[in-house]
T-cell receptor, first 112, second 116 residues
Framework: SQKIEQNSEALNIQEGKTATLTCNYT??????LQWYRQDPGRGPVFLLL?????KEKRKERLKVTFDTTLKQSLFHITASQPADSATYLC???????????FGKGNQVVVIP | GAVVSQHPSRVICKSGTSVKIECRSL??????MFWYRQFPKKSLMLMAT?????????EQGVEKDKFLINHASLTLSTLTVTSAHPEDSSFYIC????????????FGQGTRLTVV
């Protein structure tokens, strides 16, 4: 069956450190992979999109890698800040038509 | 970035009644919108794809007669939960795609539905 797995345990991290989240998927061949941020009681907010032929993408303090052989994406927040505390969702777009399949999300708590 | 507005943000209704949720793209035209449902501590689950001027496409296991979708204009899609039951209580979120080529999805702020 198709799965998108993110760590269910919250990641507690000291301010200023780098937070690294993992997204593993099985039985998908996504053309794109996306990362979203979701705050409690709110809709997701787009952060980064990476294509299957891209190894790495950066945006400000965020970095995403995409390994189609390992079927894994890593999401990094460098120099983390308390405002980065949220749940981060991995989403696959297998057919490039925005019918997204989401992981459960991984909560990040940045401790001042 | 593009703005998608969802209304209402919270609604409480009695069992057996129907509730309509609106999703509007405020600064772009969206030929396609998507409706998701999210239960606590669970992932967003795609319910249906809303196509302007045509019938919605529902995901497997989603009852089309229970969750009526109308996409009458390029900026508005509505989801009506008919004959609501307590198990329909959930967080409903819409998203819209701005262009025909693959781009990021723009999500509404979500609607918390509580059926009592």
């Amino acid at each position: 069956s198709q799965k998108i797995e993110q760590n269910s345990e919250a990641l507690n991290i000291q301010e200023g450190k780098t937070a690294t989240l993992t997204c593993n998927y099985t039985n998908y061949s996504p053309a794109y992979l996306q990362w979203y941020r979701q705050d409690p009681g709110r809709g997701p907010v787009f952060l980064l999109l990476i294509r299957e032929n891209e190894k790495e993408k950066r945006k400000e303090r965020l970095k995403v890698t995409f390994d189609t052989t390992l079927k894994q994406s890593l999401f990094h927040i460098t120099a983390s800040q308390p405002a980065d505390s949220a749940t981060y969702l991995c989403a696959l777009d297998p057919n490039g038509n925005n019918r997204l399949a989401f992981g459960k999300g991984n909560q990040v708590v940045v401790i001042p | 970035g593009a703005v998608v507005s969802q209304h209402p943000s919270r609604v409480i209704c009695k069992s057996g009644t129907s509730v309509k949720i609106e999703c509007r793209s405020l600064d772009f035209q969206a030929t396609t919108m998507f409706w998701y449902r999210q239960f606590p501590k669970k992932s967003l689950m795609l319910m249906a794809t809303s196509n302007e001027g045509s019938k919605a496409t529902y995901e497997q296991g989603v009852e089309k007669d229970k969750f009526l979708i109308n996409h009458a204009s390029l900026t508005l899609s509505t989801l009506t939960v008919t004959s609501a039951h307590p198990e329909d209580s959930s967080f409903y979120i819409c998203s819209a795609r701005r262009g025909l080529t693959n781009t990021e999805a723009f999500f509404g702020q979500g609607t918390r539905l509580t059926v009592v």
